[in-house]
């Protein structure tokens, strides 16, 4: 079966759970139930995400684990699954399967937002962390640089005009 093929089989497997897309992704295609990762396809292989309650049933019915070659050929296994053969057959037999991937999907969005919002702080952090490094090395080199000098009285007033509107303002 080819690539596109492959995957519009398995997007109409799993379309009874809700509106489905793709996504090229690692040289393989991620799929989407109402925007939420929750299968991955890679060399026509349908694998859908697993959690610690699922990863036994999938073990049970023989599915293998996603893995992929790391550096030092060290051997990463992710938290995705194969799909049962007889589940590729139709939409009906790949309901028990999907629904266990998608409530797995909604269990890690639902772990994900403490880190997302760490992970956001975390630029804010190192632009301060920037500016702070800058203002060292400006004050560090003081003398070296030669700057524009500008008059007092200049400099003076731009600053003061922004301000002198606003309080003008009524």
Do not use: N
Not at 79 to 103: K, N
Request: net charge positive; hydrophobic share 45%; with cysteine.
């Amino acid at each position: 079966m080819s690539d596109t093929g492959f995957v519009s089989h398995c997007l109409e497997l799993l379309s009874p759970l809700g509106s489905t897309s793709s996504r090229r992704m690692f040289g393989g295609h991620a799929l989407y139930i109402d925007g939420l990762c929750m299968a991955l396809i890679i060399s026509d292989t349908l694998y859908l995400k697993v959690d610690d309650a699922s990863r036994a049933v999938f073990e049970r019915a023989g599915c293998r684990p996603f893995t992929y070659a790391g550096k030092h050929d060290e051997v990463h296994v992710m938290s995705y699954y194969t799909a049962p053969e007889e589940a590729m057959e139709s939409p009906a037999e790949m309901m028990p399967w999907a629904r266990r991937g998608l409530a797995a999907a909604v269990a890690a969005r639902a772990k994900a937002p403490a880190r997302k919002k760490a992970a956001a702080k975390a630029p804010a952090k190192k632009a301060v962390a920037r500016k702070a490094v800058a203002k060292k090395s400006d004050s560090a080199a003081g003398s070296k640089v030669t700057a524009k000098k500008t008059p007092a009285g200049k400099a003076g007033a731009r600053q003061a005009a922004p301000a002198a509107r606003k309080a003008a303002k009524p």
